[in-house]
């Protein structure tokens, strides 16, 4: 593994001497050659550490593939994974004229960078949708920083009630990113700070334990009981994983009562079973020891 990630690295470093713009409509797709200065995006964008599956390097290799493909707002959301034209976003003046470049805004890159690694379209939706795919197999919240993430976790900005723009992490602080209208597919410095919300690992299969909450505005506690302290709170249903679950503080909400409560490993959280879809004690899932 060690070997490969640095091979890759190497590759990266000595430069790309084409790169393949993207045709505005009407006209033929055109080869750039890229000059000196202006190589330094697509020579970093490559897999810069160690530790990912074969699958979330792939998706890497194949974001990387687009460095220099217009971003296009609504673009990549097509029937199946791949650039499309866009649409005018009506609150970004810069974004006119995306319904004639073909390409991809940021969760439709994501979508084609993993439909390519799984042969799977597992990752159909927006930037919020992605952030909560029942295929997440860990999450990292913003203060982790980017010292546990590996090539191919999925970098968030927003809160939990909308996630507004997702990219790929490469390793090394960078990250490969369809950023807004007016720009194309780059790699980037990870961006911390701000309204960055943290992280999402991959798995083509969902998440061993997957159900789904219901209702809207529901928070999830560092313990079993609603005194403890708050830890995020589910704007609206999403799915999660449940490593297991315990008897613990009896609630009543909308016109329920139980006492079961659920753990969440990727919010190291806990979750009244009332808000999970389900028997009031989840089949499958175990007790917790």
């Known amino acids: 593994m060690r070997n490969r990630w640095r091979a890759a690295a190497a590759a990266a470093a000595v430069g790309l001497s084409l790169i393949a713009w993207p045709a505005e409509a009407g006209q033929p797709v055109r080869a750039a050659t890229v000059g000196t200065a202006g190589t ?3 020579e970093g964008c490559a897999v ?3 530790g990912a599956s074969a699958a ?3 998706a890497v290799r194949t974001a990387c593939s687009q460095i220099g493909v217009w971003y296009s707002w609504g673009g990549g959301h097509g029937p199946a994974p791949g650039p499309t034209y866009g649409v005018v976003d009506p609150t970004d003046p810069a974004s006119e004229h995306d319904p004639q470049r073909r390409g991809f805004d940021c969760s439709g890159l994501v979508r084609y960078a993993y439909a390519e690694a799984t042969g799977q379209d597992i990752l159909n939706g927006t930037a919020h949708s992605q952030y909560n795919t029942p295929h997440a197999t860990a999450r990292f919240g913003p203060s982790e920083g980017t010292g546990p993430l ?5 970098l968030v900005y927003g809160n939990a009630r909308k996630v507004h723009h ?3 992490y490469l390793g090394a602080g960078k990250m490969v990113e369809a950023k807004q209208s007016g720009t194309r597919i780059m790699v980037s410095d990870v961006r911390l700070g701000g309204d960055y919300f943290g992280a999402v690992r991959i798995n083509a299969a969902p998440g061993q334990g997957t159900f789904s909450t219901w209702g809207t505005d529901v928070w999830t506690h560092a313990e079993a009981s609603t005194t403890s302290t708050r830890v995020i709170k589910f704007a609206g249903p999403t799915s999660v994983r449940v490593k297991c679950q315990k008897h613990a503080q009896s609630v009543t909400a909308e016109g329920i009562t139980n006492d079961a409560w659920s753990y969440l490993p990727d ?3 806990w979750i009244t079973n009332i808000y999970i879809k389900g028997p009031a004690w ?3 899932v175990p007790t917790c020891s």
């Open 166 to 168: 997702i990219a790929i």
């Open 40 to 42: 330094a995006a697509a």
């Open 267 to 269: 919010h190291r959280a």
């Open 150 to 154: 590996v090539p191919g976790d999925l």
């Open 48 to 50: 810069l550490a160690p």
């Open 56 to 58: 979330a390097e792939k």
């Open 282 to 284: 989840l089949d499958g």
